[in-house]
């Protein structure tokens, strides 16, 4: 007796045509939710240029022998109160400390934000010794120091974070000491509080650390005369 032949329908065949759109159409939605992600990283990470005036110049002080780079778009005074408190932004600095320059940015890189300011004040304490150099990085927070060398200059390094309802200012010091005196460096950062008041938000991480960047541009160009 022969077996009996069932026919095949050609209607079975028809989920392996459209199996495979059905795997790649999860894949094909994730993309756009991915990409807007990254774009808004990528811009948030950039650093917006700096304008062309003021512009950049060198600062020199014949006295104590240094020099460093102003860059573009930072303003550059030789005294304390035109454009900067000296006083406030470097709480550790004696009451015998001589402000020499101060150089100040003069635009804003993220206006909606609550940055408020940057500032790279250069100062020096006559008369002091090596310690007491050193301890200006140190004090008032008491936070551990560390030691950096620029262009073959060793500098003590510490920080400063000081405000009411949240930090309103941080300052990285930088102090050497050369010819019985102490060259200070404060990097100074300063934002306000209540920015949803305002209609602005906080600096996010990169915003803070393309200022400093710019900051420490300048004390990178930081060259002692012979």
Known sequence: MKPKLIPI????????????????????LCFPLSGPLHAQDRKSASSPPEPPTPAARRFSD?????????PS???LSRRDG????????????????????????AFNPYPQSTFSGALVYFSISSRTSDADCA???????????TTTGINGVSFSHGYDEHGGIC??????????YRG???????????????GEVSGVRDMNHAEMEDIRARERKILNSIEFQP
């Open 62 to 70: 014949s006295r104590y022998r240094v020099a460093f780079e102003i």
């Open 180 to 194: 019985k005196a102490c060259y200070r460096f404060d990097l100074v950062v300063n934002t306000f509080c209540g």
């Open 135 to 145: 301890r200006q990085a140190f004090l008032p927070l008491r936070r551990p120091t």
């Open 73 to 75: 778009a930072w303003n």
């Open 167 to 176: 930090i309103e200012s941080r300052d990285d010091v930088y102090t050497a």
């Open 9 to 28: 329908r050609p209607l079975l065949y028809r989920p392996l045509l459209y199996r495979p759109l059905l795997v790649l159409a999860p894949v094909v």
């Open 82 to 105: 035109e454009v900067s408190t000296f006083r406030l932004d470097a709480r550790s600095a004696p009451l015998s400390s001589q402000l020499r320059g101060v150089a100040t940015i």
